[in-house]
């Protein structure tokens, strides 16, 4: 199966929010890639979006994730928002440690971990984004990558979750194209072959998001689990077309 996911940051409103998930949803109904189980979609809203999203997606095909967690379940953290919620809510995903909230928020690979903890305590799947700052060559963008990967999975250990990877390149989100998909075939190689020779990790899917766009997962083959979409998914056509190639979908 492979995965399709959408983060909306935190670029819509509540009604276009609303409408979006709409149009997602009869999507997610009629689309034979969704209907015959080869595509898993989650869609990650801003977090006051949730609730309504939850429902317009309930009895679909489409899961909710949300684009943050706290690394605590309760407790007085104002602001944070709590993993046990998010699974009250019916949340199933939860995105961590983003390059802007990296950036932005100042986390490190250790606030990342025990997210992702925090996350697999309250059976949420962790979508944990991982990514070199700059342009650089695959062998070493891999070399970075598999690090951080390691960081963000120390605190959890060899359990039976799965964990699912975003490799996004910092230099290529918000860019006009993504990273070039002999680079992103690279990295992503090393990362599957990195986390499946570990035997501390828990089982990892590795998705490729940065500017990722329709026409790239074909381009990508298997070495990816599917992608991380953002702004080229803000049109559900776009959305679309993206499931659409699964059906000519082939392994390198």
């Known amino acids: 199966m492979t995965l399709v996911g959408v983060s909306l940051k935190m670029y819509f409103g509540f009604r276009e929010t609303l409408d979006w998930c709409a149009a997602v949803a009869d999507l997610a109904a009629t689309h034979p890639a969704v209907t015959a189980g080869a595509a898993q979609l989650f869609v990650i809203p801003t977090a006051p979006a949730i609730p309504a999203a939850i429902e317009v997606f309930r009895g679909s095909r489409v899961q909710v994730g949300a684009q943050d967690v706290s690394t605590h379940d309760v407790g007085a953290f104002t602001g944070d928002v709590s993993p046990r919620l998010l699974a009250e809510l019916g949340c199933t995903y939860a995105e961590i440690g983003h390059a802007e909230r990296r950036q932005v928020h100042g986390e490190t690979d250790e606030v990342a971990a025990a997210k992702v903890a925090a996350a697999l305590r309250n059976?949420?799947?962790?979508?944990?984004c991982i990514g070199e700052t700059v342009p650089m060559p695959a062998?070493?963008?891999?070399?970075?990558?598999?690090?951080?990967?390691?960081?963000g999975l120390a605190a959890v250990g060899a359990r039976g979750e799965r964990v699912v990877v975003a490799y996004e390149p910092v230099w290529a989100i918000g860019a006009a194209q993504p990273a070039p998909p002999d680079h992103i075939r690279a990295v992503c190689d090393v990362l599957r072959e990195a986390a499946a020779a570990d035997p501390s990790l828990p089982p990892v899917d590795v998705?490729?998001?940065?500017?990722?766009?329709?026409?790239?997962?074909?381009?990508?083959?298997?070495?990816?689990?599917?992608?991380?979409?953002?702004?080229?998914?803000?049109d559900p056509a776009a959305l679309r077309a993206v499931l659409d190639e699964l059906e000519i979908r082939s392994p390198r």
């Not at 059976?123 to 944990?128: C, I, R, S, Y």
């Not at 500017?211 to 998914?233: I, M, N, T």
Request: glycine share 12%.
């Open 139 to 151: 062998r070493a963008a891999a070399a970075t990558c598999v690090r951080q990967l390691s960081a």
């Open 207 to 234: 998705i490729y998001g940065g500017s990722a766009r329709p026409g790239l997962l074909a381009e990508l083959g298997s070495s990816v689990d599917g992608l991380f979409l953002g702004r080229f998914a803000h």
């Open 123 to 128: 059976n949420l799947t962790p979508v944990l």
